[in-house]
């Protein structure tokens, strides 16, 4: 397995509420879990991921 445990910070695009998950780094894409904001926006975030 080569997945990297990582921090990341998804902000709301269509809201700007901001959530902080920790996720899995796997050959570049970051799986977190996280599904959908309170706002019902399922598509439109900026995701960072956190030293
Ligand atoms: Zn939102």
């Given at each position: 397995m080569t997945a990297t445990r990582v921090k990341v910070t998804i902000r709301c695009n269509s809201c700007g509420e901001k959530f902080v998950l920790r996720g899995r780094r796997d050959r570049g894409r970051i799986d977190t879990g996280f599904k959908m904001c309170?706002?019902?926006?399922?598509?439109?975030f900026a995701i960072e991921e956190m030293a």
């Open positions: 309170i706002c019902s926006n399922v598509e439109d």
